[in-house]
Each structure stands twice: as C-alpha cells, then as structure tokens.
C-alpha cells in the first residue's frame, strides 16, 4: 500500500493530493487572483502566494482523505519547469516534509505529469498511444510508449498554444486569464466567419507567433474602418480565432497518428479544457477512427493530483531524489 502526498506550485496555482494506491482521495487547488490587475502571472507575487497557501492546502488535502500526516509513505513534487521562485516554494516543503518524516521524495517533471492525468480515471489510454500536451507555456505532441518512456516528436517554435489564446485575448481587449473567455464568447460565434491563416510549418512543429500577427493586423483595420467593430463582432472573432488555433493542432495530430500508426490520441494540459478543442477532438475520433482521452476538468490546468499519479509510477519504480535536489525553471523532457 502507497500513500503519496502531491506538491503542485510551478506557476500560480497552489495544490495539494493525496493517492492512495493509484487512486486519488484528495485534489486541493487554491488560485491566485492577484495577478488579474496585472494582465499576467508575476512571479515574485506568485512565490509569495504559495508561501501563505502551501500549508493551509496540504492541511486540506489530508483532512479531506482522511488520513493522518503519518500515513504518507512518500512526498512527490514538482521539480520543473516553471517559475523558479515558486517551484522552490514547493520544493523546500516538500524536501522539509519527508526529512521531518523519514520518507522519500520523488520528483516529477511537470509536462510527464499532465500526460499521466489520463492515469487517475477510466477510461485510459493503451501503450503506445499519442499525447497533444497543450497549455500557456507549451505545445507539444509526445510518443507515450509507458510511464517512463516520453519522446516529444513535435513542439511549437515560438508561442505556445494557450499563449495565444491569452495574446488575442488581450489584442481583443479582453481581461486576464483571456483563454477562457474567447471559449465563452467562441460558443455564441460562427467558426468561418473571418478565416485566419494556417502557417505551414514542416514535420510535426507548430508556430502561432504569424497567427497572431495576422490577428493584431486583422483588428487594427477593422477598428479603423469601424471603431465598433469588436463589439459586433466579438463573438465570431472569438470563434474564428479559436477554430484557427484548433485546426492547427489536430492537423498536426492527425499527421503524427499517420506517421506513428497510432489511433489512441489524448489531450492534457490547460488548454485540453477549451470547449472547442474537446468537441473538435470528438469529431475526429469519429472521422479518422481514434480512440481519444481528455481528462476531466479539474486535471487539465495545473494540479497536484497529476504530480501524485506520475509519483505513484516513480515509487512503485522506487525511483527516488535526495535532499540535496533543486528545482529548475527549465527542465528536460
């Protein structure tokens, strides 16, 4: 019998699991709202947030497993990539909290865990199966061959997905977080109602960085010829921007499935929650015969619940870090 304790804090969401043999008792996650006023995360208030939240939700997260702090056989955390300020918050809490227990720390690389979220429920993907990992800071398709064996066979070349979302958001005028609200405002809009340009990118990569040139150009002369423009218009902006974005990442899934020979196709990561990616990803399971996967909701954005199933995998592989660990900004795949 395993019971891990799970630390989540590489960006502005402070969480905290408890997995008692593979399966999740507890998942806390606490936001910070302060960074809104700024348009953005800002690191040094972010590695602040966690210090207030860190031990209020790992207090939760054990009391809502019902469990004692005693029965934790080991500690998982996030080691990278992220901000370092607020990985080494959890780092440290982790490091202290299995030195003050005589248990073991495992470390867990962020991305690994956003594709082992298909792990927590049933359905779950077959080896090997495909893995669009798409999130603000990343956009990746990785050959899953087991737990421990990940390739990334395709990545962006500048903006990552969700980046774009939130640029256009704030070309749009819209407020931060901004990907959420070009969803919202996506589901009342017509897809084809302004095309944007596909960028033809070799091989498996990405780039977003001309489309959302293409977009700040689109809105700046349409605001000239009609300052009201946007707010006629937003809703079907919103759902050609987002329909652009969709169709360039499962253009390049369904490339890489052919490629591979693979039909089990999974989405992780904080943009695997946008509506559109999910209904759009449905339709080409039925089109093209895949078998998809998407996680639930609350295991999409960042959350400790994925660091406890990767770190559940690692202490059944007993593969352990010392407490001479540190945490890293960028890190390996």
Same mark, same amino acid.
């Given at each position: 019998?395993?019971?891990?304790?799970?630390?989540?804090?590489?960006?502005?969401?402070?969480?905290?699991?408890?997995?008692?043999?593979?399966?999740?008792?507890?998942?806390?996650?606490? !936001?910070?709202? =302060?960074?809104? #006023?700024?348009?953005? =995360?800002?690191?040094?208030?972010?590695?602040?947030?966690?210090?207030?939240?860190?031990?209020?939700?790992?207090?939760?997260?054990?009391?809502?497993?019902?469990?004692?702090?005693?029965?934790?056989?080991?500690?998982?955390?996030?080691?990278? &990539?992220?901000?370092?300020?607020?990985?080494?918050?959890? !780092?440290?809490?982790?490091?202290?909290?299995?030195?003050?227990?005589?248990?073991?720390?495992?470390?867990?690389?962020?991305?690994?865990?956003? =594709?082992?979220?298909?792990?927590? %429920?049933? &359905? #779950?993907?077959?080896?090997?199966?495909?893995?669009?990992?798409?999130?603000?800071?990343?956009?990746?398709?990785?050959?899953?061959?087991?737990?421990?064996?990940?390739?990334?066979?395709?990545?962006?070349?500048?903006?990552?997905?969700?980046?774009?979302?939130?640029? !256009?958001? #704030?070309?749009?005028?819209?407020?931060?977080?901004?990907?959420?609200?070009?969803?919202?405002?996506?589901?009342?809009?017509?897809?084809?109602?302004? &095309?944007?340009?596909?960028?033809?990118? &070799?091989?498996? %990569?990405?780039?977003?960085?001309?489309?959302?040139?293409?977009?700040?150009?689109?809105?700046?002369?349409?605001?000239?010829?009609?300052?009201?423009?946007? #707010?006629?218009?937003?809703?079907?902006?919103?759902?050609?921007?987002?329909?652009?974005?969709?169709?360039?990442?499962?253009?390049?899934?369904?490339?890489?499935?052919?490629?591979?020979?693979?039909?089990?196709?999974?989405?992780?990561?904080? =943009?695997?929650?946008?509506?559109?990616?999910?209904?759009?990803?449905?339709?080409?399971?039925?089109?093209?015969?895949?078998?998809?996967?998407?996680?639930?909701?609350?295991?999409?954005? %960042?959350?400790?619940?994925?660091?406890?199933?990767?770190?559940?995998?690692?202490?059944?592989?007993?593969?352990?870090?010392?407490?001479?660990?540190?945490?890293?900004?960028?890190?390996?795949?």
């Amino acid at each position: 019998m395993a019971t891990i304790l799970a630390i989540e804090s590489s960006c502005d969401e402070t969480s905290a699991a408890i997995c008692i043999d593979g399966i999740m008792r507890s998942n806390i996650i606490a !936001t910070q709202a =302060v960074h809104q #006023k700024y348009g953005g =995360v800002v690191p040094e208030l972010a590695s602040r947030a966690h210090q207030q939240n860190i031990i209020p939700v790992v207090q939760e997260a054990v009391a809502a497993a019902k469990i004692n702090k005693k029965d934790i056989d080991a500690v998982a955390f996030t080691r990278g &990539p992220g901000l370092l300020g607020s990985l080494l918050v959890g !780092t440290s809490f982790a490091k202290a909290f299995a030195l003050a227990n005589d248990i073991p720390l495992v470390e867990v690389n962020h991305m690994q865990a956003h =594709v082992l979220a298909h792990f927590i %429920d049933d &359905p #779950k993907p077959a080896f090997p199966f495909l893995c669009l990992t798409v999130s603000g800071g990343h956009t990746q398709i990785v050959l899953v061959r087991d737990f421990f064996n990940m390739e990334i066979v395709g990545e962006t070349n500048d903006d990552a997905a969700g980046e774009a979302f939130d640029k !256009t958001a #704030k070309i749009l005028g819209l407020p931060y977080p901004g990907g959420p609200l070009i969803d919202k405002y996506a589901r009342e809009g017509n897809p084809l109602a302004f &095309p944007f340009p596909e960028p033809q990118i &070799p091989g498996l %990569d990405f780039s977003f960085s001309g489309l959302k040139t293409s977009i700040l150009y689109f809105v700046r002369d349409r605001l000239k010829a009609d300052p009201d423009f946007l #707010k006629n218009n937003m809703n079907d902006v919103c759902a050609s921007v987002q329909y652009r974005i969709i169709t360039i990442l499962i253009n390049k899934l369904r490339k890489a499935a052919k490629q591979y020979g693979i039909n089990d196709i999974a989405i992780a990561g904080g =943009v695997s929650a946008n509506s559109g990616l999910r209904a759009m990803m449905q339709e080409a399971a039925e089109k093209y015969n895949w078998s998809v996967f998407i996680p639930a909701f609350q295991y999409c954005t %960042d959350n400790a619940a994925m660091i406890a199933i990767a770190g559940y995998y690692k202490y059944m592989n007993k593969d352990f870090a010392s407490q001479d660990i540190a945490p890293l900004a960028r890190m390996n795949f």
